[in-house]
T-cell receptor, first 115, second 116 residues
């Protein structure tokens, strides 16, 4: 158990819908990262937050957005869902935003299926 | 640009065999970090090791060992006396530069199957 929690574990929805994925980092970690794992794209970085502020952005679609709240939990919002958004979405956390002590510990993932 | 290549898509071995998973990386940064993660069939990503670019010492942890060679930009992972529980997908990853946060750039993964 990495200490990172993600809910829900599974999500099945229809095209055009909007969903919210939730992540709670390990106790003491200030940084939260979101990754998408799909068969064709592999594991891809989406976005990083550090202590409530956006720190880095990857190949995140405009239909996707995220935020980190004062209690450090994070939410990833996916809207206007398409079949191709079906994937495993991981949240990871680390102590710092960058620098030496930056192992990222991953949550169990949320499997999103868009029908 | 940074890139991680794991040329072996799938490897199948018989229990007790040694197996090496290859990882080649590209980066223009002089300071960088390399990682290995394991993804068992249950799906979670488990951190195995971090190696810093300024520390080329090889590391052994039980049946696992890692060989980091800057001259060939490689960070290979060896499992000695493999066991069925080692069956998983293994990912090598590179951490981006200081000025761009801490995102990980992953290779495509190597699926290891250890048969009894």
């Amino acid at each position: 158990d990495s200490g990172v929690t993600q809910t829900p574990k599974h999500l099945i929805t229809a095209t055009g819908q909007r969903v919210t994925l939730r992540c709670s980092p390990r106790s003491g970690d200030l940084s939260v990262y979101w990754y998408q794992q799909s068969l064709d794209q592999g594991l891809q970085f989406l976005i990083q937050y550090y202590n409530g502020e956006e720190r880095a952005k990857g190949n995140i679609l405009e239909r996707f957005s995220a935020q980190q709240f004062p209690d450090l939990h994070s939410e990833l919002n996916l809207s206007s869902l398409e079949l191709g958004d079906s994937a495993l979405y991981f949240c990871a956390s680390s102590v710092a935003g960058q620098g030496y002590n930056n192992e990222q510990f991953f949550g169990p993932g949320t499997r999103l299926t868009v029908l | 640009a940074q890139k991680v290549t794991q040329a072996q898509t799938e490897i199948s071995v018989v229990e007790k065999e040694d197996v090496t998973l290859d990882c080649v990386y590209e980066t223009r940064d002089t300071t960088y970090y390399l990682f290995w993660y394991k993804q068992p069939p249950s799906g979670e990503l488990v951190f195995l090791i971090r190696r810093n670019s300024f520390d080329e010492q090889n590391e052994i942890s039980g049946r696992y060992s890692w060989n980091f060679q800057k001259s060939t930009s490689s960070f290979n992972f060896t499992i000695t006396a493999s066991q069925v529980v080692d069956s998983a997908v293994y990912f090598c990853a590179l951490r981006d530069t200081y000025n761009q946060g801490g995102k990980l750039i992953f290779g495509q993964g190597t699926e290891l199957s250890v048969k009894p």
